[in-house]
């Protein structure tokens, strides 16, 4: 049981109280995101219409009266993560129909998740350093290593996600393929555990992606480097590189047919327009199509060779615009509210002229996240940085909210310089 959550009869909730989890999937629903504080009673009549219980928690708004807290029950028992070796083959559909069938409250605040987030950062970090260096050189991996690396990381964003998140925003700079892997595993677990999938499955989300560019150690260093455009005889060479993928983790052992899917499919468009295959539509399994969307936002907000990185902002406005034709649409819809309006790690300008960066999310209010501030007015850097939680500060007698999103290294700023 989560000491936090309450389960409530739809006709005994108040203003005030925060509604984390329904007695249905939040699919289908006019809340947009899966959460929601009651503002008036007509969230209430909204709820009524839609489902008959719901769970509340209680350290986000009101508590219950007492008298109802004592015919509350306790609310279902999270989802255990298998032992590694036990692999689990999904159909497309299964997948689909899994979605919204797990809920994951956070149990852990984000200073306290903070200890063990970074601990299986740095694990899966090295990880995934180790295996890119072994197919470097032309040694095998082991798949079932690649699951169990990723458990840590899956586990502690499931307690909480911006904490982790957090953590990868601030990654010292490397070699952009070790980056890039490390970002999109973590990615990937995100959106599953903002559609409510099992952790079983966040697990081979987070392995398969975590391989998704793998092949691209097979091609020459030049051409992954090379900043130009590339000619026809460039482009097959570069879009074989998930071919190469695919050899490597069928050299490393048995995975379901849903993680190669995954890989093999993540630079499918919607459209028909993508590779290797030219699949359309529902051709493109549902992994693949989250995999394409992820790769594709951690590519734009990282730097690389023949492009610097853009701000997170701008990268879901270029996802948006090309949801439909490259990217499937509701998996774009999906992964902007997954990752909010400033995702974690954003620069942003205050009402206040101060800078700050956004540290997480407020589940209640994504446009009143909780922020690091980093200079003065002036744009002068603090001496000493502080936290601010918006949301709070909205009901201040001084209320301070952002005032817009900025680029990278904006006034001269680099976080990564700033906090390492």
């Not at 989890?21 to 809340?31: A, C, N, S, V």
């Not at 956070?106 to 987030?117: D, H, I, K, P, Y």
Request: with cysteine; proline share 5%; charged share 25%.
């Amino acid at each position: 049981m989560l000491s936090s959550e309450r389960k409530l009869a739809v006709a005994e909730l108040k203003e005030g109280m925060y509604v984390c989890r329904l007695d249905r999937p939040w699919e289908g629903t006019p809340f947009l995101l899966q959460g929601v504080l009651i503002e008036s009673e007509s969230d209430i009549e909204t709820l009524a219409g839609l489902c008959k219980e719901v769970y509340v928690d209680v350290e986000r708004g009101v508590v219950p009266v007492e008298a109802s807290l004592l015919s509350l029950e306790p609310a279902a028992p999270r989802i255990v993560i298998p032992p590694k070796s036990a692999w689990r083959a999904y159909s497309d559909d299964e997948i689909a129909a899994l979605q919204g069938t797990a809920t994951y409250p956070e149990t852990v605040e984000f200073e306290q998740e903070l200890s063990q987030a970074r601990d299986a950062h740095v694990q899966a970090a090295a990880f995934a350093e180790r295996v890119l260096d072994d197919v470097r050189e032309g040694r095998a991996i082991a798949v079932e290593d690649v699951r169990g690396a990723v458990e840590p990381m899956v586990r502690s964003l499931v307690r909480n996600a911006d904490a982790f998140l957090w953590l990868d925003a601030l990654r010292a700079r490397g070699a952009y393929e070790y980056r890039h892997a490390l970002s999109c595993s973590a990615l990937a677990v995100a959106f599953g555990r903002h559609v409510g999938l099992p952790q079983e499955l966040l697990v081979d989300m987070a392995s398969g992606a975590l391989l998704l560019d793998v092949g691209k150690l097979r091609l020459d260093d030049a051409l992954v480097s090379s900043s130009t455009a590339y000619g026809d005889e460039e482009r097959r060479r570069m879009q074989a590189h998930v071919e190469h993928s695919l050899a490597i983790v069928d050299a490393g052992g048995a995975v379901p047919e849903h993680v190669r899917e995954m890989i093999r499919t993540h630079h499918e468009w919607v459209d028909g327009g993508g590779y290797p295959r030219r699949l359309e539509g529902d051709a493109v399994p549902l992994l693949g199509r989250v995999a394409a969307v992820v790769d594709a936002y951690d590519a734009m907000t990282s730097d690389r060779p023949h492009q610097c990185a853009v701000a997170p902002h701008v990268a879901l406005q270029a996802l948006y615009k090309a949801r439909g034709s490259q990217f499937a649409a509701e998996i774009v819809e999906q992964f902007m509210q997954c990752m909010s309006v400033y995702p974690i790690g954003a620069l942003v300008e205050l009402s206040s002229g101060e800078v700050a960066i956004v540290t997480a999310q407020n589940a209640a209010r994504r446009l009143q996240p909780r922020v690091m501030v980093l200079t003065d007015p002036d744009k002068q850097v603090l001496s000493q940085f502080h936290s601010l939680d918006l949301l709070v500060r909205a009901h201040s007698d001084d209320p301070v909210r952002i005032a817009s999103a900025l680029p990278p290294g904006a006034y001269g700023l680099d976080p990564v310089d700033l906090f390492l």
